[in-house]
């Protein structure tokens, strides 16, 4: 095995100059630098990683905060395993390892405690919601200068590390599209609001509606949790005021799904009964019966910015206030927004 010694001697340098190199450490002559690196070509040299990572103080790993839902299959679910998918191809590219973090709903937000103990440079956060706990622990994190992004959340009046995506943008092209198909009485399923999507959704609702001069009454706004289960209780509520309703757009696909489940037991069929569009546009929308016409929400896109920007700022020193970026977002129309008691 060739050893930092060796390629010192070939260079013509010492060894602590061979070491400065390769973790980038200290102000550094070019040529001196370009002697080292062909030096250490030559004689096919390879540092130790632990070791780099020690002198950089460095930990090489990006961690990933996930929300644990006891019960739920969280990687399975298109949302979280799109976002991770792009994760983990961004730091493969960049020679970083992975560290999943899972945080239960009622333990302490204390980020923080995963730079203490050294297991991570930088983090991304999924799954977070505007609370006051929450709110509190980010500022913290964000005064203690420690890299990290929040990926589809936002925080109004507070300036984090964010990729979101335009769902103001597709909720308003969602609504757009059941108005130009001849719908006027369009119920909103949305999230929580402790999600900045849910409010980005309703915005682009309301605009929608506004645009066209029609009403939005309160019985038209109804709230899930973005589970296939409470889009399946919503249809209850729907079914008893089905004469005021003619189409339904849903803050995500698998409300929307369980939506037309609980619709179809009662004789309602999408894309013959009502009209209904989802987003996220997951694998789920194109099998469903009839396809669903669905906001392509791009999440593998937004994990592979999340995780580069945030590794840009440890590796290259970035400022603390990256730019934050929204990607935009796409209407894909299937069979389950055209109702054939418009046609």
């Known amino acids: 095995m060739v050893t930092r010694k060796e390629v010192a001697e070939l260079a013509g340098v010492s060894e602590a100059t061979v070491s400065r190199v ?7 002559k070019p040529a001196t630098k370009a002697r ?11 540092p130790n990683a632990i070791a780099q990572s020690f002198a950089r103080r460095r930990s090489g790993n990006l961690g990933v905060v996930l929300p644990y839902m006891p019960k739920v299959h969280l990687f399975s679910a298109y949302y979280f395993a799109e976002i ?9 590219e960049q020679g970083y390892d992975l560290l999943l973090s899972l ?21 991304v956060i999924l799954g977070a919601r505007d609370t006051p706990d929450q709110r509190e622990s980010l500022q913290q994190l964000q005064e203690q200068g420690h890299p990290f992004c929040l990926v589809n959340q936002h925080f109004e009046g507070l300036a984090f590390h964010e990729v979101d995506a335009d769902h103001v943008d597709g909720s308003y092209q969602a609504v757009r599209h059941l108005q130009e198909e001849g719908y006027k009485k369009i119920a909103f399923l949305n999230g929580s609001p402790e999600y900045s999507n849910s409010g980005d959704r309703l915005q682009g609702y309301l605009k929608a509606m506004y645009d066209a001069g029609l009403e939005t009454p309160h019985e038209m706004l109804l709230e899930g949790n973005y589970s296939r289960k409470s889009g399946y209780e919503a249809a209850e509520k729907l079914w008893a005021q089905r004469e005021q309703v003619e189409a339904v757009f849903a803050a995500n696909d698998r409300m929307a799904i369980g939506l037309m489940q609980g619709l179809r037991e009662k004789g309602w069929v999408a894309g013959r009964d009502f009209a209904v569009v989802g987003c996220d546009d997951s694998d789920a929308a ?17 994990g592979k910015e999340a995780a580069r920007g945030v590794l840009a700022r440890v590796m290259q020193g970035e400022s603390v206030n990256s730019p934050n970026v929204k990607l935009p977002t796409e209407l894909i129309i299937r069979q389950s927004s055209k109702s054939s008691s418009l046609i």
Do not use: T, W
């Open 84 to 92: 991770l998918s792009g994760i983990g191809e961004q730091v493969r």
């Open 36 to 46: 080292v690196l062909e030096a250490a070509s030559q004689l096919n040299y390879h």
């Open 22 to 28: 390769f973790n980038g450490l200290g102000p550094m």
């Open 286 to 302: 194109k099998l469903s019966d009839p396809p669903l016409s669905s906001i392509n929400v791009p999440f593998y896109e937004m």
């Open 103 to 123: 945080l239960k709903p009622d333990e302490s937000l204390d980020y923080a405690r995963l730079y203490r103990s050294q297991k991570v440079d930088a983090c």
